[in-house]
C-alpha cells in the first residue's frame, strides 16, 4: 500500500529569493554589503516608498511599502538606491534558466519566486529536498545570491514553508507534519488570507488552523464566503491546485518619469503620446487585446492616482487608447493643474480568452471544488 500513497503524492518547492533587489545592488555595489540599504524611496524622505530592505535595514524595522520619510526616521543613515529594473529582470531570467534544468513545471509567482513541480524531476533525481539544494547551491555559485526554499507536498504548505528559515533556508515539512503544522500555524501566515481577513478572523477568536479545523465547511462559508470552503480543506492540509506553467499575460505598460515636472495639460499629452508608442509596440508584439486600460500619475508631491476605464470590446488601435488615457487624465484636474513627475499607461484584461484565463486562474487560486 505504501508504494500506492508515494506514487501519488506531489513533490512541490517554493523558491523565493531573499531580498532580492537589495540583495543584486550589494552584489552589484561591494561599498553597500554589510549595510542598512532601501532599494527604492527617495533619500530626501520626501516620498516614495521602500520596494525592498537589506537584511541590515531590517534590522532597524524597515520593511517594504514603508514611505522612505519613516525609513529614515527609523534609520537616519540608510542608503537609498534606485531601482534597476532590467537587472532584476534579467537575474529572474537566469534563476529560471537554473529550475528548467530540473522541471519545466514552473509556476512564477513574481520575478523572485515560483513554484516547482519536481514529481518527475529530469535529471530523475527523486529527492525534492535535494534537488532544492541544488538550486540553491547553483543560485549562490553563479549568481552570488541566495534563496530560500520550501518543499512538501502541495503548494500552499512549500510557499509557508519557504519563509521559515529565511534567509538562506530549506525547510521540508512532509506529510507526517502537516496536520500539526496546519493546527499550530497563525492565520495571519495562510497564504491568500489578507491582513483584513486575519483580523476578522482574530475578532471572532480564529487565531490558528486549528481554531479554523473546529468550524464545519458550512460555518466557515457563512462567516466568509466562498473562500471558506477553501479554508476548510487547506486546515486539512488538502490542496491540490496544480503548479501553472503558462501564466498569461495580465498586463501590458509602459512608464516615464520626467526630468522635470509637467506643468500643463498640453505637456502631458505629449507625455502620454509617447508612453502609448511603447505600450503599443508592445501590445503590438503580444498580439495582445485589451478592454481595459490604466493611466498611473505620480504628483510632484510624489502623491499617486491611477484611473481605468473598461469597454465592452477589446480596443486595439493607439488612437482610442490615448484618447480614452487623456480623458482620465483630464478628468484628474477638475480644478486646476497639478505638476506631474511620472505618467504610466497599463492595459489589462485581454480579450475573450484571456478573461476566460483570468477566470479560471481566480478559481484555481480559491479552488472552489
Ligand atoms: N517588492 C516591491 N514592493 C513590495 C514588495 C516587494 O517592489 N511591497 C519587490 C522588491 C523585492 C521583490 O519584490 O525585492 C521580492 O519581494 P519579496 O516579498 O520576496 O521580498 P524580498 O525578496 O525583498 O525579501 P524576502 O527576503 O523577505 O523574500
Ligand atoms: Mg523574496
Redesign the pocket.
Known sequence: MEGDIRKNIRKIIHI?????????EQRDNPQYKGKPIV??GSPEGRGG?????S?EA?KFGI???MTSKKAKQLCAHVIFIR?RFDI?KEVSKKIRAIFHRYTDLIEPL????AFLDVTEDKQQIGSAIEIAKQIRQAISDELQLTA?AGVSVNKFIAKIAS?IN??DGLTFIGPSRIETFMEELAVEKFFGVGRVTAEKMKTMGLHTGGDLKKLTEAELVKRFGKIGRFFYRIVRGNDDRPVQPHRETKSVGAEDTFPYDLATLEEMYLGLDKIADTIYDRLKRSGLKARTVTLKIKYHDFKQATRSQSFPEPIGDIESILATVKDLLAGTQPEGIKKIRLLGISLSNFGATMTKEKRKDVDDQLKLF
Open positions: 523565493d529569493m531573499d531580498a532580492f533587489y537589495a540583495s543584486i532599494v527604492g516608498v521602500v520596494a525592498t530592505a537584511y531590517r520593511r517594504s511599502a531601482p532584476y513574481s520575478l523572485d519566486e530560500s519563509d529565511k534567509p
